[in-house]
């Protein structure tokens, strides 16, 4: 059956009970490293996702996922439905006649990751920018985890504890803890979606699924995973002076999020949100663009700011599906010039926008995607200073113009056996810090369910966040290019 055929006839079918066994526990197991392998090879069959979803449907994780984190046509009509699709066993606990049913999973909503990493700096002849040890940004570069900063290998480079899945009927939510490595890394909030959907409807005779959301990033819930956590917008770095919008591990907001799909994703659909986020005090962390440090006072995040998001999903035609959206953020924050503390208080006004397409061809054995999105801002006051030209704009205050442009392509034979490359390019006609260009080579493979092995090559054209670093504007950027090895764990 064909991979479009299947995603059709689940779809039409999304509670079905068709009595899926579930996963058999390992046991016997020595040491760490024998955990994690032989959990590994008890996970379904071309399992490339967060396990305990499949645990919960029943469903192997390819059905949701094309290579993680993409989605399939099923994959996002399962997150717009808010992670509540089952056919797992449950125990059914009903009350007495004035109380509800009640739901409740048998088995775990929890997963993890484990990524350990090789990584090795080009580094300069001049002696200056260090070789093997990475510096500056280059994590901006890398998925799933960027570049530490102190250590040529690290055997946990990067961790991650999710809870997800169905809550209730019509309730589910993904929850991200992170922060645990081997460099004292200490466990935090990553990501919050919580999700409320009401029951299906239809509306002019094509189906309507809507909902709200509780999310702590930017377009959380966007199912075409293009922007929020795991789009190519998470890999451009900051576009905000405030580190809003497109960089979700920068800052964090506190927010909702209104959506409705109407129609599906298969034979054609229009998705809209509009979120509302309030700055969090994480705004405060410093970056090379300076702009959003609060100084000796506290940061007045009393303003929403207001995001609206429209994508368009073409009918499938020969196992290809497609998209095309457009979104944006206009905010206004109470900030603390850093270095004008004769200014205070003061409010910049800001608005983002971006344009996005993707492209996926999903056959029985070939995969191949493409993924693309551009996106601006404009800051009406920017205060700060730009480390790479030595201009300070704390005590006057300018209008700041900045854009990004994003490329991911991937090729994958049955799921296993991949290349990719992703080109990443920013600039700002006055910031200069940010200005950013450069490829990511690569090259993947699935041994055993869940477990990638990953080799990649990052070239930069335009390094400026390094050269300003170091504080000299003569240096290459090829002298900040990283080699790297990951080895990334799901269970």
């Known amino acids: 059956m064909g991979k479009d055929t299947l995603f059709s006839k689940i779809n039409s079918e999304r509670i079905m009970k068709s009595g899926m066994g579930m996963l058999q526990r390992s046991g016997g197991i020595l040491g760490l490293l024998s955990l994690l392998w032989v959990v590994a090879l008890a ?10 979803y499949a645990r919960q449907t029943g469903f192997a994780c390819d059905i949701c996922h094309t290579v993680y ?29 004035q109380m509800c049913g009640v739901d409740i999973n048998r088995i775990p909503m929890v997963s993890a990751r484990i990524v350990s ?13 260090p070789r093997g040890i990475t510096t500056a940004g280059q994590g901006f570069m890398s998925f ?27 309730m589910g939510t993904f929850l991200e803890f992170t922060g645990i490595d081997d460099e004292g890394g200490s466990l935090g909030l990553g990501a919050v979606d919580f999700a409320v959907t009401a029951p299906d409807t239809t509306l002019g005779g094509k189906s309507l699924v809507y909902g709200i959301r509780g999310v702590d990033s930017v377009f959380t819930g966007d ?4 922007l929020g956590m795991w789009g190519l917008t998470s890999q451009l770095m900051g576009m905000s002076t405030h580190n809003t919008l497109y960089d979700p591990n920068r800052a964090m907001v506190e927010g909702g999020e209104l959506y409705g799909m109407w129609g599906n994703f298969n034979d054609g659909g229009l998705f809209a949100t509009i979120g509302f986020y309030h700055p969090t005090g994480s705004q405060t962390s410093g970056s090379f663009v300076q702009g959003n440090i609060a100084g000796s006072g506290a940061l007045n995040t009393s303003n929403v700011d207001v995001a609206p998001r429209l994508a368009y999903y073409f009918p499938a035609y020969n196992n290809i599906y497609a998209e095309i959206g457009a979104s944006g953020y206009f905010g206004k924050e109470g900030m603390i010039a850093p270095t004008a503390t004769t200014f205070g208080n003061y409010n910049d006004s ?134 790297s090895v990951k080895l990334e764990f799901l269970f």
């Open 43 to 52: 996970l379904p069959k071309d399992a490339h996702a967060i396990p305990s």
């Open 69 to 97: 984190p993409h989605l399939t046509p099923f994959g996002r009509d399962f997150k717009t439905h808010g992670y509540v699709m089952d056919t797992a066993e449950c125990v059914k606990a009903s009350g007495n006649a």
């Open 117 to 129: 990493m090789w990584s090795n700096q080009a580094g300069g002849n001049n002696g200056i920018v």
């Open 144 to 170: 799933p985890s960027g570049y530490n900063d102190t250590e040529t290998f690290n055997l946990v480079a990067d961790s991650s504890i999710y809870f997800g899945g169905k809550i209730a009927p019509n």
């Open 223 to 226: 199912p075409s995973n293009s």
């Open 350 to 483: 800001y608005y983002n926008y971006a344009v996005d397409a993707q492209v996926q061809y999903i056959g029985d054995k070939n995969l191949a995607e493409l993924f693309a999105i551009y996106q601006g801002q404009n800051d009406n006051h920017f205060y700060g200073q730009d480390m790479y030209s030595g201009t300070d704009y704390g005590a006057n205050g300018t209008s700041v113009q900045r854009n990004g442009f994003g490329l991911s392509a991937d090729y994958y034979y049955q799921r296993t056996y991949g290349v990719y490359v992703k080109y990443l390019y920013q600039s700002s006609d006055k910031v200069k810090d940010i200005n950013v260009s450069g490829a990511i080579l690569g090259l993947s493979w699935y041994p055993v369910e869940n477990v990638q092995l990953m080799i990649e090559q990052a070239l930069y054209s335009t390094y400026n966040p390094g050269l300003a670093q170091y504080g000299d504007t003569s240096l290459a950027a090829s002298d900040f290019n990283v080699t």
